[in-house]
């Protein structure tokens, strides 16, 4: 999982559709109540708090590989129900499997889900639940193609006309390829269209879409770059999300 930071605070005041989302996958999950759950991609929290209502007698464990987002899911969460953790999801350890891992909008940030699915295999007791959503195949495609061509113009391209890749959104079957190969049963996995208007438009742009572009210019070129893909996006600002699911029990 890449180790960027993040501005923990924007992110916790704009990440309204992510909350839903998580909140979907959670209802996805069958918990008695004493479990331990790992939350993968954990954030500043949120999620886990709506994960922490369904374990009265259990523990969550928050992965996050963000200092800032660590943080404040550390500040937010309870210390003697929660453990938080700053690390990269490909390289975490635990001193003991956990009965079943949770994510939401994380996966997509990691580019080799082979290796992510075999860690958390790894993490996960023989017949653990592994309950996800993230970008899938289509996922914010416009935004990405405006992204691409704003790019391009002369005053940003210098900059980022090697940014690379960072996004991974993956299909339904090579998904569910990687997952068997990992050890993992399948009972489902599909692409669900999310098309989302964002509560502070620019903030969302600014904090989860286009930080990775920001990062590689200037200071003085965010509010062009941002400027420009606003007026491209039209109003209302609608962000084409297309989540890629899957329900899978460790083998």
């Known amino acids: 999982m890449a180790t960027r930071d993040w501005n923990a605070d924007s ?75 700053c690390s990269d999801l490909l390289t975490l350890e635990l001193p003991e499997p956990v009965d079943a891992v949770i994510s939401t909008a994380t996966f997509h940030w990691i580019l080799d889900h082979d290796a992510l699915f075999a860690r958390m295999r790894a993490l996960l007791r023989e017949g653990g639940q592994f309950v996800a ?18 790019s391009s113009r002369p005053t940003f391209r210098e900059h980022l006309a090697a940014i690379g890749e960072f996004w991974h959104y993956a299909g339904v079957e090579a998904t569910r390829e990687r997952l068997v190969r990992a050890g993992f049963d399948v009972s ?16 969302f742009l600014e904090t989860v879409i286009f930080a990775p572009y920001l990062e590689h210019l200037p200071a003085e070129l965010h509010a062009p770059f941002l400027d420009a893909t606003l007026a491209e996006l039209g109003q209302p600002v609608v962000l084409d999300y297309q989540r890629l699911n899957w329900d899978a029990r460790a083998r």
């Open 188 to 203: 489902a996995c599909w692409l669900q269209p999310a098309p989302t208007t964002p509560p502070a438009p620019r903030e």
């Open 133 to 150: 959503q993230c970008g899938g195949e289509g996922n914010i495609a416009r935004v990405r193609s405006i992204g691409e061509a704003v």
């Open 11 to 85: 992110y916790d005041s704009v990440s309204v559709p992510q909350q839903e989302w998580g909140a979907g996958v959670l209802a996805r999950l069958s918990l008695r109540g004493d479990e331990t759950v790992l939350d993968a991609g954990a954030g500043t929290g949120r999620v886990s708090e709506i994960v922490l209502e369904r374990l009265p007698r259990g523990h969550l464990i928050a992965v996050d590989g963000s200092q800032s987002m660590a943080q404040r899911a550390r500040e937010r969460l309870p210390a003697d129900r929660v453990s938080v953790i």
